[in-house]
């Protein structure tokens, strides 16, 4: 089964310091980048960096990710074939625009590893749009993982001016949430560019598992242990689901469909919601 999935830290491929910290790092996720963060004229380093990383450093207990080039550049085939040279089991593809786009893609990286990961990056303005066909590519290939939000290139290609509250961002924020909720999939959320604003990441994150993200995208070692903490349900959260679990699992609990607990109204839906927050606790 897989693990956590609150925190995913993009690492550079070409950052051999940045590579040799990702052991020390807390990050449920690793996303080693050979897209945006990399110069065209430092690919090929990066894909031989990468391909050594890959051969020695993967572990099995976190979750390694490659970003490939988007499909329509000269980079990306290249890119996909150091898939075969190591053991990085989990691709992110950029730019998607339409499921037909998601399918093609998916295809020949199945044809190349198969059974590989797939995640999609929702970062241009088709994407927002055709949201839901893109996580229904779900429903014939099963390796597809989910989404991971790409909030710069959506806000470079609307145009629209960023604020702390992302306010022309969550309409479309929450378009991708709930598609990738239709069809069971995670959703990762967008980085945060400003490494020095603590205070300002903390409202980000918190905002965004308030939206019903999975997790949240990083750029820097210092966002990963907050991301953690705001991702984790709370000792109240925790107490409250044990309390719900507790009352069903009581005398003639099999039989009731709604109960009190402190005076509010608890179904079985909200069974299945503690449920969930104590699996994620690590409590079930
Ligand atoms: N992953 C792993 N380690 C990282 C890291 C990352 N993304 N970003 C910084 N570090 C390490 C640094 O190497 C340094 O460790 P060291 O002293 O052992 O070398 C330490 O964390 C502190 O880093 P700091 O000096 O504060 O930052 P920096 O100037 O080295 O790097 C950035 C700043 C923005 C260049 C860097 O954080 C980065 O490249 N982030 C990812 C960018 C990216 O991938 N973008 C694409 C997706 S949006
Ligand atoms: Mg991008």
């Known amino acids: 089964m897989r693990g956590k999935r609150r925190s995913a830290l993009y690492v550079p491929g070409t950052n051999e310091r940045a590579l040799a910290k990702i052991g020390s790092l807390p990050t449920d996720m690793i996303i ?40 329509d550049t000269p980079f990306w085939r290249q890119d996909l074939a150091i898939l075969a040279g190591c053991s990085l089991r989990a691709v992110l593809l950029p730019k998607i625009r339409t499921a037909e786009d998601a399918g093609r893609q998916l295809r020949e990286i199945e044809s190349v590893v198969p059974g590989c990961g797939v995640w999609f990056m929702m970062e241009t303005p088709e994407s927002v749009f055709n949201a839901l066909s893109i996580a229904a590519v779900r429903r014939h290939h099963e390796n597809v993982q989910g989404f991971v939000v790409g909030t710069n290139d ?40 400003d ?4 205070e300002g990441f903390r409202l980000e994150a918190l905002q965004g598992r308030a939206m019903g993200m999975t997790g949240k995208s990083l750029i820097h070692p210092n966002q990963i242990v907050p991301t953690n903490d705001i991702y984790s349900p709370s000792r109240d959260e925790i107490d409250r689901a044990r309390r719900i679990v507790d009352a069903f699992a009581g005398e003639d609990g099999d039989d009731r469909g709604v109960l009190t607990l402190d005076g509010k109204m608890v179904e079985r839906l909200h069974l299945v919601q503690a449920e969930k927050v104590l699996a994620r606790a690590g409590e079930l």
């Open 32 to 71: 080693l980048d050979l897209e945006d963060s990399i110069a065209p004229s430092r690919k090929a380093e990066a894909r031989d960096r990468i391909l050594d990383f890959g051969r020695d450093h993967v572990d099995r207990q976190r979750e390694f990710i490659l970003r490939l080039n988007a499909a």
């Open 154 to 193: 959506l806000a470079k290609d609307a145009e629209i001016q960023p604020d702390r509250n992302r306010t022309y961002l969550v309409s479309w924020l929450m378009q991708i949430v709930l598609a990738a909720k239709a069809f069971e999939l995670d959703v990762i959320d967008g980085v945060y560019n």
């Open 195 to 198: 490494i020095a604003d603590a």
